[in-house]
């Protein structure tokens, strides 16, 4: 399928887009993590020191998300329409996960009877959502049928062993950018036992790409290898520097810089993300859409820029905003009470 000439505005906008993708992941990656982390201990006040951790910042940060679908219905509705059907369980259950999981944030410090109930959903709430967001990743990279702008496969496409792969490897992912988050913002007991967790999630993490990568090579190489990984070797640098900074991540971890884990973990994620700009683009579904071939009329897009340029800044600056009020450690937490094993 010959690409369609994209205008600059269908490019500003699917730059928009990408740039959301990649603050959200970062984002609600890590309050997603520590969502994960938090099912991992049965400590009732490390579990509520980790959940102190993301307070101010875990509905903000789900803003972005809105940004992405809002963004993705206006300027590139047949992308929207393509998504939503290939991944129409994947989605159900990412908004059933949202929803217990702010549920349980909110309930489970009012509750003492039903307390268990909100921990469980808000632990396997975090888990639902990180893995259909790794599947959906991982199905992607195979390819989505598509024909006349429309979704043409089935409903189960997306149940793969690779894209189960991907999802178990988001998961583990979250989970480090959790636990770097909580060396970020604790001290004391919890901020070691965030830290003892980070080298053996990295290790898991390269493990599950080690396999997914085998998956490739054996059972699914065609899928895979219709994207321009291989045309753009140039585009090689980022899966590589991915692999270096999860090493870094897990070295990282064995020094006393609080900071630097988590560095290291983002910059995973922005090589990984770069690594599918590279095999995916032009296309916005892959291998159907382009840019070009997706974006609505011009005119459509004027519109949406000057409504965009009022409100993606106030979103952005909000989020700056936030951040820099709560910078620092988290009062208060990581002290004797988290020395208990879980």
């Known amino acids: 399928m010959s690409a369609a000439p994209a205008s600059d505005l269908a490019l500003f906008w699917a730059g928009v887009i990408a740039l959301a993708i990649l603050v959200y992941v970062i984002l609600d990656g890590f309050d997603l993590g520590v969502g994960i982390l938090f099912g991992t201990t049965r400590d009732e006040a490390r579990r509520t020191a980790l959940m102190n951790t993301i307070a101010p910042f875990w509905d903000g940060n789900e803003t972005w998300l809105v940004v992405v679908g809002a963004g993705l219905f206006a300027a590139f509705p047949a992308v929207y329409a393509v998504f939503l059907g290939a991944f129409y369980i994947p989605v159900l259950l990412l908004l059933v996960g949202l929803i217990f999981r702010g549920v349980a944030f909110e309930f489970r410090g009012r509750s003492v009877r039903m307390r268990r109930l909100w921990d469980r959903g808000f632990f396997v709430g975090s888990v639902v959502v990180a893995f259909v967001q790794g599947a959906a990743v991982g199905a992607m990279m195979r390819g989505i049928k598509v024909h006349d702008s429309q979704f043409a496969g089935g409903t189960f496409d997306w149940l793969h062993p690779f894209a189960?792969?991907?999802?178990?490897?988001?998961?583990?992912?979250?989970?480090?950018?959790?636990?770097?988050?909580?060396?970020?913002?604790?001290?004391?007991?919890?901020?070691?036992?965030?830290?003892?967790?980070?080298?053996?999630?990295?290790?898991?993490?390269?493990?599950?790409?080690?396999?997914?990568?085998a998956v490739v090579l054996g059972a699914d190489a065609g899928a895979v290898a219709q994207g321009h990984l291989r045309d753009r070797p140039w585009g090689w640098v980022f899966?590589?520097?991915?692999?270096?900074?999860?090493?870094?991540?897990?070295?990282?971890?064995?020094?006393?810089?609080?900071?630097?884990?988590?560095?290291?973990?983002?910059?995973?994620?922005?090589?990984?993300?770069?690594?599918?700009?590279?095999?995916?683009?032009?296309?916005?579904?892959?291998?159907?859409?382009?840019?070009?071939?997706?974006?609505s009329p011009d005119a459509s897009l004027r519109f949406l820029f000057y409504g965009g340029g009022v409100v993606l800044p106030v979103i952005a600056v909000y989020t700056a905003g936030v951040y820099w009020v709560f910078r620092g450690k988290t009062p208060g937490f990581g002290g004797e009470a988290h020395k208990r094993r879980s």
Do not use: H, Q
């Open 164 to 213: 189960l792969l991907t999802g178990a490897g988001l998961v583990f992912g979250y989970a480090l950018l959790g636990a770097g988050w909580v060396v970020v913002k604790s001290e004391g007991a919890l901020r070691d036992w965030g830290r003892a967790r980070i080298g053996w999630l990295a290790a898991i993490v390269f493990v599950l790409i080690g396999a997914a990568f």
């Open 239 to 295: 899966p590589a520097a991915g692999v270096a900074a999860l090493a870094a991540t897990a070295l990282a971890a064995r020094g006393r810089n609080d900071v630097l884990p988590f560095f290291c973990s983002v910059l995973f994620f922005l090589c990984a993300y770069l690594s599918l700009g590279v095999m995916f683009w032009p296309y916005m579904v892959p291998y159907a859409l382009t840019v070009g071939s997706a974006a």
